[in-house]
């Protein structure tokens, strides 16, 4: 829970009786890896801060075709955001790719914050852009950049991390095929 409380106080701090308030509102996992958290067809009802771990989002094509449209990380948030804001179905699935440790809490949860405790109007500000700007960075890197440029910026960025990602789901993730990442992986190393 203390990684959560860093990670909000990069942009504001946050006075000890108020993240007691927030705090019991946290529920704790611990997730095997290729655990589904939320099923195409559910309603996400959580947002969640990844402690330990990585996760992926993805569309199932056919039964044997999946692309995974987006990775998060140990100390980024992960939620189905349309699917939370909206209280309509997810529209695809997300996974653990690995032991995952997750701190969650329910939209009810968020909503009753909102309407009792000021701060969590900050926070909840704060939970939004940081769920855009992961989407955004994704969505700039898949029209800006090659597949090895991406490959090579997410290497930079998260290369342990990157290594614990199956080659299917990073390939998918880039936009390439399998057999294309490992042609690229070759020229690099």
Same mark, same amino acid.
């Given at each position: 829970?203390?990684?959560?409380?860093?990670?909000?106080?990069?942009?504001?701090?946050?006075?000890?009786?108020?993240?007691?308030?927030?705090?019991?509102?946290?529920?704790?996992?611990?997730?095997?890896?290729?655990?589904?958290?939320?099923?195409?067809?559910?309603? =996400?009802?959580? $947002?969640?801060?990844?402690?330990?771990?990585?996760?992926?989002?993805?569309?199932?094509?056919?039964?044997?075709? =999946?692309?995974?449209?987006?990775?998060?990380?140990?100390? =980024?948030?992960?939620?189905? *955001?349309?699917?939370?804001?909206?209280?309509?179905?997810?529209?695809?699935?997300?996974?653990?790719?690995?032991?995952? $440790?997750?701190?969650?809490?329910? *939209?009810?949860?968020?909503?009753?914050? *909102?309407?009792?405790?000021?701060?969590?109007?900050?926070?909840?500000?704060? #939970?939004?852009?940081?769920?855009?700007?992961?989407?955004?960075?994704?969505? #700039?890197?898949?029209?800006?950049?090659?597949?090895?440029?991406?490959?090579?910026?997410?290497?930079? =960025?998260?290369?342990? #991390?990157?290594?614990?990602?199956?080659?299917?789901?990073?390939?998918?993730?880039?936009?390439?095929?399998?057999?294309?990442?490992?042609?690229?992986?070759?020229?690099?190393?």
């Amino acid at each position: 829970m203390h990684q959560f409380r860093t990670y909000f106080e990069k942009y504001f701090p946050i006075a000890d009786n108020d993240w007691e308030i927030f705090s019991k509102k946290l529920t704790r996992k611990e997730l095997p890896k290729r655990s589904l958290l939320l099923k195409e067809g559910q309603v =996400e009802n959580r $947002i969640s801060f990844i402690e330990k771990g990585i996760v992926r989002f993805f569309i199932r094509q056919s039964l044997d075709k =999946e692309i995974t449209f987006a990775i998060i990380f140990e100390n =980024e948030l992960m939620c189905c *955001y349309d699917s939370f804001l909206t209280r309509q179905p997810a529209e695809y699935n997300a996974e653990t790719i690995t032991e995952t $440790i997750i701190w969650s809490f329910s *939209y009810d949860d968020l909503q009753q914050l *909102y309407a009792t405790m000021p701060v969590s109007n900050v926070l909840g500000r704060i #939970l939004s852009e940081e769920i855009y700007l992961i989407k955004a960075k994704r969505e #700039l890197s898949a029209l800006k950049y090659q597949a090895k440029e991406r490959y090579l910026n997410l290497f930079k =960025e998260k290369p342990r #991390l990157v290594k614990e990602i199956p080659l299917k789901f990073l390939a998918s993730y880039i936009g390439i095929t399998p057999q294309a990442l490992s042609r690229i992986r070759k020229q690099i190393y």
